[in-house]
């Protein structure tokens, strides 16, 4: 059962001054106040336990002066009543907060309410806001509606105990602004950890929750991680209030295969508290001849806040507009695994930063390059900037031919070509590359082909080369094929393609 508020009424003044603009004459309007309390106590910090508030704030703006802030009485119900006298001639907008009465701070009005410095700094609790205007009718129906996000950790798998599993959300912030209906504050990173107990039985019909908690949060999207000292796997999800995030995958295999799940193992439900909807997320997009692109991309294109990438339909948009996203002061980051399928692949040249956030493009891609003396193919063509946490997988064909006295192929599986003063750094190349192509003439004609790149004058760092590169039908004066870069003039370090195979 829900409690009922019995509210403290709030009159406006009889009295007048002379800068009141109400008209001398004009008499106050009777008007029912009834706030809804039901929404508030659905579901809350687990999936089976119910949650009381002990403390209800109330908070009139009369005519953009904000009145004082009233903590009103609680006894039993679930909806509240009170009939206020107010003037047609004002304007009236009605806050309400209602919180434990302990986790919260306000100081003169409910447009910033802060965490009260629990020790985690960004730990929120449960919390249900409501901001209203007057529209001059008899009646005004407000409804408490949750302030928080709520993230739920669910496993589909057996999971063991004594082991240390945490999920970071990178982007918390600690305070709240009741008249816009957003999370506002410093932002900070909250870690959520707990010791698992055993857990068994847990299927993909039937998943078992290992915890729950609350979290303040902008309207934004964000990369979740989540780990153990086993391994960790990310997840793209936006917290923004009145949210339920449930996320739930194989996190058995953190704590039990010692494997790392990836991403696209965990599937994300996200929607209001007690309606929630599955999201198009679990598993990799595909981007083929059908696909429509995005109007627009999320985020500005800044460091802190970059273009998001969050489905083929973005991947599409951000490539047919490179001249934009791909420029030298911009930033993007994938938030998903998406495989790409193309007959007739045109790679786009990276003067920003692309981030691949860990996350995989797949695929088949195929291009003829015939009838050019310097011919490029890769995932990316020419990188002038930073490629960066990106694992590429596709399978990648290049055929044509040529003939002259002088020519340049350079093909990889992640970059034609790093030049000087890019950086292609923590890449992995996992696909099948495979080069067709003829250089014919005599002269100097040469094929450079790696699987992160096919030449470098500028820097390929921590990048990995496990998959296959085929030149067994590529003809040249010179063919240079290496795991990692064909042939490079630049810095080189740290790179691992001791797990590829080569066949020439």
């Not at 002379?18 to 809350?44: F, G, K, S």
């Not at 999320?298 to 507009?321: C, F, K, M, V």
């Not at 750094?425 to 590359?433: A, M, P």
């Amino acid at each position: 059962m829900g409690l009922l508020f019995s509210l403290l009424i709030l009159l406006a003044s009889c009295s007048q001054d002379n800068n009141d603009p109400t008209p001398a004459n004009e008499q106050p309007q009777t008007v029912t106040l009834t706030i809804d309390l039901e929404d508030a106590y659905t579901r809350a910090i687990s999936e089976t336990a119910d949650n009381t508030i002990s403390r209800l704030l109330m908070q009139v703006i009369d005519n953009d002066t904000p009145g004082k802030v009233e903590e009103l009485t609680l006894s039993s119900g679930s909806t509240a009543t009170k009939q206020l006298s107010l003037y047609p001639s004002r304007s009236y907008t009605f806050l309400f907060w209602a919180d434990d009465g302990k986790s919260y701070t306000y100081t003169d009005d409910l447009t910033n309410i802060a965490l009260s410095g629990t020790p985690t700094g960004t730990q929120a609790e449960i919390a249900y806001a409501a901001g209203q205007e007057w529209d001059k009718t008899a009646t005004i129906n407000i409804t408490l509606k949750h302030a928080v996000s709520k993230v739920t950790l669910k496993t589909t798998t057996s999971v063991n105990d004594d082991n240390t599993l945490t999920l970071t959300v990178p982007h918390a912030v600690t305070g709240y602004n009741v008249q816009t209906g957003t999370a506002i504050g410093t932002t900070k990173e909250y870690k959520h950890s707990i010791t698992t107990s055993t857990i068994t039985g847990a299927t993909e019909t039937s998943p078992k929750e290992l915890f729950s908690f609350y979290v303040l949060a902008a309207d934004e999207l964000q990369t979740l991680t989540i780990e153990s000292e086993k391994g960790e796997t990310t997840v793209p999800a936006n917290l923004s209030g009145g949210k339920h995030i449930i996320l739930t995958g194989d996190i058995g295999s953190l704590t039990k295969y010692h494997e790392q799940p990836t991403a696209a193992s965990i599937t994300v439900t996200v929607g209001d508290w007690g309606d929630p909807q599955e999201l198009p997320f679990g598993g990799k997009d595909e981007l083929t001849d059908a696909t429509t692109a995005s109007a627009s991309l999320q985020g500005t294109g800044t460091e802190t806040d970059p273009y998001r990438i969050t489905s083929a339909a973005d991947l599409l948009h951000y490539l047919q507009n490179s001249d934009t996203y791909a420029a030298s002061d911009k930033y993007a980051q994938l938030y998903t695994d998406i495989d790409i399928t193309d007959s007739d692949w045109t790679p786009i040249n990276m003067s920003g930063t692309f981030d691949g956030g860990g996350h995989t493009i797949g695929g088949t891609l195929e291009s003829s390059v015939s009838g050019d003396n310097d011919r490029l193919i890769g995932l990316f063509n020419e990188v002038y900037g930073t490629v960066r946490n990106l694992n590429v997988s596709a399978d990648l064909t290049v055929s044509g031919s040529y003939s002259g006295q002088y020519g340049y192929d350079q093909f990889g599986g992640v970059a034609a070509s790093v030049e000087r003063n890019g950086t292609v750094t923590q890449c992995s190349y996992s696909g099948t590359l495979t080069v067709s192509t003829t250089m014919t003439g005599g002269g100097d004609l040469a094929t450079w082909i790696g699987g992160i790149a096919g030449m470098s004058n500028g820097t390929i760092s921590y990048c990995t080369f496990s998959g296959t590169i085929d030149v067994t039908s590529a003809s040249a004066t010179s063919i240079y094929v290496k795991g990692i870069v064909g042939r490079t003039y630049g810095t080189y370090t740290e790179n691992d393609d001791s797990k590829g195979t080569i066949i020439q």
